[in-house]
């Protein structure tokens, strides 16, 4: 992938292996987030500088894309990435669990070398 182009414009596939991928389980907890609220929403996911290990995630839900998101779908759930964070999160998936320490969205990032406990904060 040599750029990044506007969300309206850009779906990458789940096959491409460099491709972030939306897991079931998150599109499954998309959709009932945003069944729940009684709107569509999609899973924004950024990185930040700082937290314990140099870099974090930034997770939140949202109604709209920016021009320049890279739209990540699946089963009508889309996840957006920006595309300063696009090249830290290049063959990531991001997942929901729900274990005994708690639910949330994960991203199994291949690019991060180490990562704190809590898995909010990472080093490449």
């Known amino acids: 992938m040599n750029g990044v ?3 309206s414009d850009l779906t990458v596939s789940p096959r491409s292996p460099s491709a972030v991928v939306l897991a079931e389980s998150a599109a499954v907890r998309i959709a ?3 069944a729940a609220e009684g709107k569509p929403l999609m899973l924004r ?9 140099g870099f974090q995630y930034r997770l939140e839900l949202v109604e709209e894309a920016e021009p320049d998101d890279l739209r ?4 009508g759930q889309a996840a957006l990435v920006d595309p300063v964070s696009l090249p830290f999160l ?3 998936e991001i997942a929901f669990v729900d274990e005994l320490a708690g639910a949330q969205f994960v991203v ?3 690019n991060a070398a180490s990562s704190c406990g809590c898995g909010v904060s990472f080093s490449i």
Do not use: K
Not at 47 to 52: E, P, R, S
Not at 72 to 75: A, G, I, L, N, S
């Open 5 to 7: 182009q506007p969300s």
């Open 32 to 34: 009932e987030i945003a």
């Open 45 to 53: 996911v950024a990185v930040d500088g700082g937290g314990c290990s």
């Open 72 to 75: 990540v779908e699946r089963d």
């Open 90 to 92: 290049t063959g990531s």
């Open 108 to 110: 199994r990032n291949p």
